[in-house]
């Protein structure tokens, strides 16, 4: 059991690498390096996709391990990045389309959609530094 235990840790070491250099490296240099901004933002929000699956999966492994309680933060994560997803995101592309969605325009939509993603990412870097590696 202890094998799969730190197997889990590294999962959420990777999962926490993988959440930042999203949001820090990858989505700003799809954007300075694509002359297509629309062309930019879908694969962007292809990898956040990616990213919250691969958080469910964190997340759902983590609830079949020992000591499951102290992995809250790890589902924190993956429910902001699943309203993201599944809530915000539709919202977003509406009003793209539209000009507004629910009163808000998409810069504002991505702007709630950002703090979401950041929550996620804290919390994944909080079950981190928290966790004792030893």
Do not use: C
């Amino acid at each position: 059991m202890r094998q799969v235990q730190n197997a889990y840790r590294v999962l959420v070491v990777l999962m926490a690498g993988s959440l930042w250099s999203a949001a820090l490296i990858v989505a700003p240099t799809l954007f300075y390096e694509q002359p297509d901004r629309q062309l930019a933002g879908q694969l962007a929000g292809h990898i956040f996709s990616i990213e919250t699956y691969l958080a469910i999966a964190v997340a759902l492994v983590g609830l079949l391990l020992p000591g499951r309680t102290k992995m809250v933060p790890a589902y924190l994560a993956a429910a902001m990045l699943a309203v993201n997803e599944w809530v915000l995101r539709p919202m977003m592309g509406q009003a793209r389309l539209h000009g507004a969605s629910y009163g808000l325009g998409f810069g504002a939509w991505h702007g709630v959609s950002f703090l979401l993603y950041l929550v996620a990412a804290f919390a994944v870097l909080v079950l981190v530094w928290k966790n004792d590696f030893r």
